[in-house]
Structure formats: structure tokens, C-alpha cells
């Protein structure tokens, strides 16, 4: 291949690359939940005070910082470590998705059914970790000794690739190539992934496709529509709330 056109083929596959970035992205945990993570917590906190004074609940939570925590519920829903925290929107999520139904008894009677029907319709919300699609490639693929490299690597070897799942939610981010006996984990914004992969990017651009149009974008408009009952329910705290 000439110098011309291979940078005229490069140019091509850097493009394809920069798509593939864009619907990595799109179908992220950050991307598909950022407007549930911002709006939940908030049209919970309508509902507040909860009750009129703090209880223990014994339920314990994994906080962001790694850490366990136990969760207390009065004025706000809050963590009992040594500050008394309340929670981050992603905690709170996650709070009210796995143990929602299980608060609901310590809220005050006349906000009891409202809280019930909000941690109704976050249950409702759908999970995309397990959502994934395949490229077939059947063929020996030059990988890096390490595909966690984010430099040129200096040594690739050979091995037969059955096929590669890409995937949404979490692990976006990066291809899963599939030996006959076990996987390799390639980072997209690897050098190592431009380069093992390059025959098949347009492939796993179609992939990333077809998991945004097909799988992830229903999901996404489902919470928009969950979003807008949740705030259906809340507007007349909201509305009595403005005028204190």
C-alpha cells in the first residue's frame, strides 16, 4: 500500500474510531442514568421530613468511597458513619432500586403511599449491564503482550479469536475478545485496540450501533417517561414547598 493511501485508509479508521468513542459513551452508566441520578434524589426530597425524628433501619449500603454504611431515614435518608452523611444521587439510586420497598414503613402516614409510589416506578427502571452484542471474527489477531497498553506496544503474538462482545452499561468502554478457552479485556482508548483490531472496527461500530438504537435508547426514552410520573406525583409538594 502507498504512503498516500494508507494515510487515506488511517484517516478512515480514525474516524471510524471516534464513533465508536461517541456511542461508547452514549451507552454508558453515566450517560443512560445521569438524568435519573439527578432528578431521583430530588423529587424524594420533596417528600421531606419523612418522619419526624431519625430511626435506624438496619440497612447497610456500599458507599462510593468503598466503605459499608448503615442508612437512617427522618428528615432525610442519610448514612450512619461518623458524619452523618446524606447520600450522593448514585448512592441514593441505588438505595432506593435494592431496598426502596423496605423504607417505605418508616415514612409518616400521609407521605407513606406518595413514597411508595416513587420507589414503585424506580423499581421499574431497567438494568443494561447484562445487555451485549458479538462480532464474529473466526481469524489469529496480533495482540500486545498487554492490552492495557496505552502506548505503541513493542510486542504482539498471535492468537485465534472466535469472536468479541461489546457491551453496555459499565463496561462500555472496552471489547472483550473471546478465545476458544478464555477472553481478553481491550480498553477502546488503547493504541493496543486500534491496532489488534483495525480490520474490524467498522464491525464493532455497528455493534455499538445497534446496542444504542436497539437496546439502550428504549431504555433511555422508559426512564424519561418514569422521570415524568415521578415528578407528576411530587408537583404538589413541589408547588406547597414554593410557597413556605
Known sequence: MRDAEFMEYLSKKIKVINEIYKYAAEISDTSVYSNAYYNIPRFFSYLQPYRKSYVVTGIEIDTDSGSSAGIEIGYTIRKTDVYYKDLGDVEFFNLIYEYGDKLIDYVGSKKRDDF??????????????????????????????????????????????????????KNSGMVFAHTRYSFLKIPIDTISFFISLMPYLEDILEAYKYLYYNKVKPIIDKIANILHDMEYIVSPYAISKSLE
Open 116 to 169: 411508595a409510589k416513587l420507589v414503585s416506578l424506580v423499581k421499574q427502571i431497567p438494568l443494561i449491564d447484562n445487555i451485549s452484542t458479538t462480532v464474529m471474527v473466526n481469524d489469529n489477531v496480533k495482540v500486545p503482550e498487554r492490552t492495557y497498553n496505552y502506548v505503541i506496544p513493542k510486542e504482539l503474538k498471535e492468537i485465534y479469536i472466535e469472536y468479541i462482545s461489546v457491551g453496555a452499561g
